[in-house]
T-cell receptor
Framework: GQNIDQPTEMTATEGAIVQINCTYQ??????LFWYQQHAGEAPTFLSY????GLEEKGRFSSFLSRSKGYSYLLLKELQMKDSASYLC????????FGAGTTVTVRA | GAVVSQHPSRVICKSGTSVKIECRSL??????MFWYRQFPKQSLMLMAT?????????EQGVEKDKFLINHASLTLSTLTVTSAHPEDSSFYIC??????????????FGQGTRLTVV
């Protein structure tokens, strides 16, 4: 089976940096996705890691350590519109989602 | 990115009736489509996986006869909630992937359907 853990909530100030951690346990690893979801909307793709290391895409970066079963999503220069839920998901043909981390950005 | 269209976005139905939700991949062939259910402030719970032309695979605890899934073509999958009850009220989201080139492809999501059963 699979087990995915993320913090439930995080709060940060506009312009700051926030790191969302995701730890997982799985019998077979094929990659890890990060998605952003605003309330009442569908998730949108942010990043995908299949090898160890850092993937950078503008203000968002994602890191993976397969040996530690650990990933994080780094959000830089936070904007109010970044207030959303952030979901990590294991790629196992079907995506298995963590519970999601709700990030609140305050002015 | 690719576009997945889900319809309707909102539906209110009476208890005991059936509701059909459509999920279309508009610009790619979705070999596999997934149906999720999401309760407020909770994550996406996978209900079933469907491959074009074959029967859907349901997750444990999901009633096959209640949630009918059809994936008749590479661009269309439907979820029918039969004999709906108030406890079926939820946010339903479809997702589509083209796994023909391997597993390192992202899943594209529909806009979701807010179902309210009264």
């Amino acid at each position: 089976g699979q087990n995915i853990d993320q913090p439930t909530e995080m709060t940060a100030t506009e312009g700051a940096i926030v790191q969302i951690n995701c730890t997982y346990q799985t019998s077979g690893f094929n990659g890890l996705f990060w998605y952003q979801q605003h309330a009442g909307e569908a998730p949108t793709f942010l990043s995908y890691n299949v090898l160890d290391g850092l993937e950078e895409k503008g203000r968002f970066s994602s890191f993976l350590s397969r040996s530690k079963g650990y990933s994080y999503l780094l959000l830089k220069e936070l904007q109010m519109k970044d207030s959303a839920s952030y979901l990590c998901a294991l790629n196992d043909y079907k995506l298995s989602f963590g519970a999601g981390t709700t990030v609140t950005v305050r002015a | 990115g690719a576009v997945v269209s889900q319809h309707p976005s909102r539906v209110i139905c009476k208890s005991g009736t059936s509701v059909k939700i459509e999920c279309r991949s508009l610009d790619f062939q979705a070999t596999t489509m997934f149906w999720y259910r999401q309760f407020p402030k909770q994550s996406l719970m996978l209900m079933a996986t469907s491959n074009e032309g074959s029967k859907a695979t349901y997750e444990q605890g999901v009633e096959k006869d209640k949630f009918l899934i059809n994936h008749a073509s590479l661009t269309l999958s439907t979820l029918t909630v039969t004999s709906a009850h108030p406890e079926d009220s939820s946010f339903y989201i479809c997702s589509a992937r083209d796994l023909g080139d391997g597993m390192n492809t992202e899943a594209f999501f529909g806009q979701g359907t807010r179902l309210t059963v009264v």
